[in-house]
T-cell receptor
Framework: GIQVEQSPPDLILQEGANSTLRCNFS?????LQWFHQNPWGQLINLFY???GTKQNGRLSATTVATERYSLLYISSSQTTDSGVYFC?????????????FGAGTQVVVTP | DTEVTQTPKHLVMGMTNKKSLKCEQH?????MYWYKQKAKKPPELMFV???????INESVPSRFSPECPNSSLLNLHLHALQPEDSALYLC???????????FGPGTRLLVL
C-alpha cells in the first residue's frame, strides 16, 4: 500500500506561535484530507486538498501532488489547537474512498 | 447540518455477546465508512459503502458484519469479539466515495 509519513511526530508550541506540519506520500494520489482529532476523539475535517492551496482562518494548507507532499500551516496558535493532526490520502490506483491515514502529529499548545 | 451521529457512545461486551453499533447521517451523502482506531494510532479503514452497496472490505474478520439498510443508516454487527477488538469505532460519511469525509464522535468499545 501507499506509505504516508507525517512530521514532526510531536510538537510543543507556545500560544501565539506559528508552525508547519508535513505529510509525505509514496505514490500518486487522487485525494488528500487534513483532520484534527481533539482530546475527546472527535475528528474534524480541516481541508480537502488534492492539490493547490486553501486557507480557513488561521489555518492553511498546500498540496504539491507532483512532489508528493502536503503542508499544514497553523498561525497564531491557540490552546484549542491542541490535539492530533492527521493527513489521509487516497492512492490514484485504489478504489474510491480507500483513505490511508498517516501516523499523525501530536500538537500541544501551552498558554 | 454536517452531523454524523453514532450510538452508543460506550459499549462493554463479553466475548460471547452480540451487539450492534449504529451510525446515522441526514446530509444526503451516498458513501459511508467504518474505521477502527486503537489508542495512539491512526484510524484504520474497515468498510466502505457506496450507494448502499459494500464497495471496500479491508479483509476484516467475519465477527464484524456491516449493514447499510438505507442511504442514511449504517450498522456494524458484532459477534464473538476478542479483547484485542477493544477500540474506538468511527463512522464517517461523504457526498460520494473519496470526497470530504465527516466523522461521528465514535463508539468506545471494550471487550472483556
Amino acid at each position: 500500500g501507499i506509505q504516508v509519513e507525517q512530521s514532526p511526530p510531536d510538537l510543543i508550541l507556545q500560544e501565539g506561535a506559528n508552525s508547519t506540519l508535513r505529510c509525505n506520500f509514496s505514490d500518486s494520489v487522487n485525494n488528500l484530507q487534513w483532520f484534527h482529532q481533539n482530546p475527546w476523539g472527535q475528528l474534524i475535517n480541516l481541508f480537502y486538498i488534492p492539490s493547490g492551496t486553501k486557507q480557513n482562518g488561521r489555518l492553511s494548507a498546500t498540496t504539491v501532488a507532483t512532489e508528493r507532499y502536503s503542508l499544514l500551516y497553523i498561525s497564531s496558535s491557540q490552546t484549542t489547537d491542541s490535539g492530533v493532526y492527521f493527513c489521509a490520502v487516497e492512492r490514484m490506483t485504489d478504489s474510491w474512498g480507500k483513505f490511508q491515514f498517516g501516523a499523525g502529529t501530536q500538537v500541544v499548545v501551552t498558554p | 447540518d454536517t452531523e454524523v451521529t453514532q450510538t452508543p457512545k460506550h459499549l462493554v461486551m463479553g466475548m460471547t455477546n452480540k451487539k450492534s453499533l449504529k451510525c446515522e447521517q441526514h446530509m444526503g451523502h451516498r458513501a459511508m465508512y467504518w474505521y477502527k482506531q486503537k489508542a495512539k494510532k491512526p484510524p484504520e479503514l474497515m468498510f466502505v459503502y457506496s450507494y448502499e452497496k459494500l464497495s471496500i472490505n479491508e479483509s476484516v474478520p467475519s465477527r464484524f458484519s456491516p449493514e447499510c439498510p438505507n442511504s442514511s443508516l449504517l450498522n456494524l454487527h458484532l459477534h464473538a469479539l476478542q479483547p484485542e477488538d477493544s477500540a474506538l469505532y468511527l463512522c464517517a460519511s461523504s457526498q460520494e466515495a473519496g470526497r470530504t469525509q465527516y466523522f461521528g464522535p465514535g463508539t468506545r468499545l471494550l471487550v472483556l
